[in-house]
């Protein structure tokens, strides 16, 4: 492969990469827990519209990381293909397991009842917090690898 593919290859990965962290940021630790400040939001309103857009973002992040695992395979970077499974990884636990604990979490309660008690917010939070770090850690990872064969 030409070292101009290689660096466009390296240039999307790091524009999805960086695009992706933005998204965790602006929908997980900004929009999400500030629009339960809102004062005329009620709780189920707010539960409903959180189970909505994490739905959503769940396959946004689906699409990022096979356009990821895409561009990998074409610059086969050992690097992105030693951090792309924890990725992966983290993904498949929310998906897999937290989502669906916490959408039935959010129907409990716009059904007026009392949800499960557990710490999934918690650990969700913890996982997004992680996979957030790995994405730009990987970011920088590319950034420097560009920077050393230029």
């Known amino acids: ?17 960086l695009i992706w962290a933005g ?11 500030v629009k339960f400040t809102a004062p ?13 857009v994490f739905a959503v973002f769940d396959n946004v992040q689906w699409l990022i ?7 990998s395979l074409r610059y086969s970077s050992s690097g ?15 998906s897999a397991w ?3 604990t916490l959408n039935q979490q959010a129907l409990d309660i716009i059904a007026g009842q009392k949800p499960q ?10 996982i997004e917090l992680c996979k957030l770090l790995t994405v730009l850690a990987l970011a ?4 420097t690898l560009e920077e050393c064969n230029s």
């Open 65 to 71: 990381i096979a356009l990821l695992v895409l561009v």
């Open 1 to 17: 492969m030409s070292n101009s593919m290689k660096s466009n290859s390296t240039r999307m990965a790091m524009l999805l990469l």
């Open 140 to 143: 920088w990872f590319l950034l």
């Open 117 to 126: 008690v557990g710490h999934f917010h918690v650990i969700y939070g913890v």
């Open 80 to 94: 992105m293909i030693r951090w792309l499974p924890l990725i992966v990884f983290m993904q498949i636990m929310q």
């Open 98 to 100: 937290l989502l669906p």
């Open 40 to 52: 005329s939001l009620t709780l189920p309103a707010g539960v409903d519209v959180g189970r909505h």
């Open 23 to 33: 998204m965790i940021l602006g929908i997980s630790f900004l929009a999400t827990p």
